[in-house]
């Protein structure tokens, strides 16, 4: 199976940055593509931005502007840079990756999530 480890989660203030890693391990033959999503506090999980392998990124409104997607496919990892936050920022964000498997199957696989908290 495929295995994602988020990382880089933390407290930060109003107008801060901060830029989460996900790395993805496994039975992987490629990644046509992966994202961030985000579970604020008493919603439901929200899409973020999402990267394919070819490079054209996707963002939500909310973050455009903002949010950075990146992705290092040597490395099976993709990062998100999160500048000028605010509490409306505060989640858990959970990586995503568009995998096709050794087997040559075709899936998702979700990570564990790392928390995010915008405050003062």
């Known amino acids: 199976q495929v295995q994602l480890v988020e990382s880089g989660g933390d407290l930060v203030q109003p107008g801060g940055s901060l830029r989460l890693s996900c790395a993805a391990s496994g039975s992987i033959f490629s990644i046509n593509a992966m994202g961030w999503y985000r579970q604020p506090p008493g919603k439901e999980r929200e899409f973020v931005a999402t990267?394919?392998?070819?490079?054209?990124?996707n963002y939500a409104d909310s973050v455009k502007g903002r949010f950075t997607i990146s992705r290092d496919t040597a490395k099976n990892t993709v990062y998100l840079q999160m500048n000028s936050l605010n509490r409306e920022d505060t989640a858990v964000y959970y990586c995503?990756?568009?995998?096709?498997?050794?087997?040559?199957?075709?899936?998702?696989?979700w990570g564990k999530g790392t928390l995010v908290t915008v405050s003062s």
């Open positions: 995503n990756a568009d995998v096709t498997l050794t087997s040559r199957s075709r899936t998702y696989f």
């Open positions: 990267i394919t392998s070819g490079g054209p990124t």
